[in-house]
């Protein structure tokens, strides 16, 4: 057996560091209801420093045949896209990232800026699976609803995490607490350097915890080429389902891709 170095340590424990770490479970992106899970830091707050060396991550992409609020890609083409609103604990988003990985599938995710305050080591864990990163505001909050300047800082909040622990701001913008974003926090994601806000035309609804039967059963009756599905981190339910569903696209010629391939 070959001998370990300190760096070999100091890799492992970086590597395992989201497997240990605690976090609640997410809410869903309903339109009603009570906020997401308390917020660990304000938009405002100091960002805790990165546990490793900041990543260079892609930046936001402007597709010209696509509109400024994208809801699927292309019809003739066999791809979907399974987007994920990153919040929740670690250990299930790991899994979640790891049960695609073993289908060959890429995801994208939309991580909130307080789950990453408390869990920076996640946004290296998604970007070193091949998946996509993007912004679902700092906080999880009903972002139609904020006045302008509120809005603004719950945008701006989240694309400075990342921007710190990645060097971009992300791929994607998608809203919290709704299915599409206003004509004002559309205009504000632009500003910030986001062409186009992300919807889906799927949703797997599995932040209901329905069950993992009736998740794989609601995306598999919807979805087509082209989809964008829309699915939470933080259930293990989703996690449960993910499988099925994965083999289902695969034996209906259907690859789950990121929304950024799945566009270009």
């Known amino acids: 057996?070959?001998?370990?170095?300190?760096?070999?340590?100091?890799?492992?424990?970086?590597?395992?560091?989201?497997?240990?770490?605690?976090?609640?479970?997410?809410?869903?992106?309903?339109?009603?209801?009570?906020?997401?899970?308390?917020?660990?830091?304000?938009?405002?707050?100091p960002v805790p420093a990165a546990k490793a060396t900041p990543l260079t991550a892609p930046a936001p992409r402007a597709f010209p045949q696509q509109p400024a609020q994208i809801t699927h890609g292309p019809r003739d083409r066999p791809r979907i896209a399974l987007t994920f609103h990153g919040q929740g604990d670690p250990k299930i988003a790991t899994a979640l990232l790891t049960e695609?990985?073993?289908h060959g599938a890429h995801l994208t995710v939309l991580a909130v800026g307080t789950w990453l305050d408390t869990h920076p080591e996640m946004a290296r864990r998604i970007l070193d699976g091949g998946h996509d990163l993007g912004n679902h505001t700092q906080r999880h909050i009903a972002v139609n609803t904020l006045s302008e300047a509120d809005a603004l800082?719950?945008?701006?909040?989240?694309?400075?995490?990342?921007?710190?622990?990645?060097?971009?701001?992300?791929t994607w913008f998608r809203p919290s607490r709704a299915p599409a974003a206003s004509p004002l926090v559309q205009r504000l994601a632009h500003r910030v350097g986001y062409p186009h806000v992300l919807s889906y035309d799927?949703?797997?609804?599995?932040?209901?915890?329905?069950?993992?039967p009736a998740v794989t059963r609601k995306v598999l009756a919807e979805v087509r080429g082209g989809s964008v599905v829309s699915?939470?981190?933080?259930?293990?339910?989703?996690?449960?389902?993910?499988?099925?569903?994965?083999?289902e696209l695969h034996r209906r010629g259907l690859r789950a891709v990121t929304t950024t391939e799945l566009l270009s």
């Open 202 to 212: 799927v949703d797997s609804l599995d932040f209901t915890a329905p069950g993992a």
């Open 231 to 247: 699915m939470h981190f933080g259930y293990a339910d989703t996690v449960a389902a993910l499988p099925a569903v994965l083999d």
């Open 153 to 170: 800082a719950e945008i701006t909040g989240c694309a400075d995490r990342l921007k710190r622990l990645t060097g971009s701001i992300g």
């Open 1 to 45: 057996m070959g001998r370990v170095t300190t760096t070999d340590r100091r890799t492992a424990l970086r590597a395992g560091a989201g497997l240990v770490a605690g976090g609640a479970l997410a809410a869903g992106c309903a339109t009603t209801g009570s906020t997401a899970s308390p917020a660990h830091a304000s938009a405002s707050g």
């Open 100 to 102: 695609a990985e073993k």
